[in-house]
């Protein structure tokens, strides 16, 4: 008798544990449930694949996880997974009902590919709406009828379906890259426009590449160029200005930004946005050097010298930055700096024509005089009628005593209305005897 009652006691034991080993696993599948339509898909599987690690035959886990692959868009796991939750419980008519629904996806995934393939392009989305009505959570139908509605060129209809594939399982890369491929194919298509200068044909498919995804920055600045090349520069700023509300921590964005405000001597708002530019990345050499520009306008040298050389520092072969910091080392008359520094800007851009001027210029206050009349002689070649060239020269000509030839440089600057009074005046100083003055 007590052999008995203690087999009872044990036996009963056992069926609560095991009990509450059932619930405990139904409450994390119906936790996986709750992530999987917060969109935790990482969230879902690893709970369920706790579930079925504990008991692999769990119909109600196994039930849950086909609903999961049917999100990530794999169906052959999701037949397997409702096939496996049938064999473990043979009785559940809505799981062999379920089966049957999903099975007949395979048919029409083909049918809808066979119809696009023949040209009915209708037929095809009109399947694969019937397929998402019935399995909305269903990733791939999206990703299929996106495809559909490119070949229409329904930027609209495709980015929607692109995007709804993506949000159901952004773990999948094909998706996102759709998506990703959808916005370079508009912006391409107006890069393509804009070489033909075809701008209205650009500004609609680089509008079409914004309504996609209004953060795409690129978008923002070709609009900008094209409306500054148009002359409307107001335009093009305030489409500038869009992209960096759009996307505040691209430095490119804030940069041209900027050089749009310094073309319209808004020095304030420039030397703002080229400084941001240098606070989300301090590797960005050309703000460093456009912010030293303002800065030598505004005369605060010791800053602008110190921005010219780390933009160098960061970009040795930078002729513009070279140039800009030989410009600025004489205005401060450090004429050796600043002849090493020019020397490296007319190497490195052996065609900037005002280089070889500044050069000429370094030169004649150095007393290198026949290098001045060599750097005048490159900036002439390049640009005959540039007149400083030809002070320059007239300058260097006269300190070695070649006064005919000084006088002859000095009258090819006259023919430069800016230029004329001073050379006429050097001309007439040379004539009377007297020092050619600056």
Known sequence: MMMRKLFTVLFSLVLLLSAQSVEEMQSLVDDAARSLTEGNIMGAEMTLQSV??????????????????????????????????ITNKPDDEDYRTRFESVNSLVNKLKDAKRELDAGQIENSKRIYGEIIEAFPTFAEPYYLLGIVNLREDDYKGSSTNFRKASELNPDEMKYSSAMNNLIGKYFQDGMTAYKMNDFVTAEEKFRITLEIDPTFVNAYMQIGVMKRKSGDLDGA???????????????KSRYNLGLFYKSANRNSDARE????TIELNPDFSKAYSSLAGIQVEEKQFPQAESNYAKSIELDPSSASAWDGYGALLMQQKKYAQAKEALD???RLAPRNYPGFYRLAECNNYLGNYQEAIDAAE???????????????????????DRKQESIAAFNAARTDPGWRSYAEHQIELIRDGKEVER
């Open 273 to 276: 946005q080229f400084s941001k």
């Open 237 to 251: 700023i305030t489409c500038l200005e869009k992209g960096v509300e759009a996307a505040p921590e691209d430095d």
């Open 52 to 85: 079925l690690m504990q008991d692999s035959t769990f119909a109600p886990a196994l039930y849950s996880y086909h609903l999961l692959a049917l999100q990530k868009g794999d169906l052959n796991e999701a037949l397997v997974k409702l096939k496996s939750a």
């Open 344 to 346: 490296n800007a007319t």
């Open 378 to 400: 490159k900036a002439l070649r390049l640009n005959r009628r540039f007149a400083p060239a030809n002070i320059e020269k007239g300058f260097a000509l006269f300190r070695l």
